[in-house]
């Protein structure tokens, strides 16, 4: 069984940072491409950032030049760097990943969500 796991959100002035993290645990013999997404209340989800196996990155045009995405593919981790935040980057974030397992093959797993909440 595969659980993703985020950490790292809560309530920040604008302006402010934060950083959230995820980690993919369980019997996991690849991870192929990682993403933060977000949703906000009223809105669909939308991407923040992707980055593949091999390091190809992309973010939503919302965030490019804020967000820095990376991971860590020793340790099965993400991580969500989020400078100069704003209002409306209000919004719960959810890790993707496309994981591969002997047991089942590859498939799409989403954590559980984290909210971010950006407001003075």
Known sequence: QVQLVESGGGLVQPGGSLRLSCAASGSIFSIYAMGWYRQAPGKQRELVATVTNGGRINYGDSVKG??????????????????????EDTAVYYCNAFIGTAEIGTHAYWGQGTQVTVSS
């Open 66 to 87: 804020r967000f820095t995405i990376s991971r860590d593919n020793a340790k099965n981790t993400l991580a969500l760097q989020m400078n100069s935040l704003k209002p």
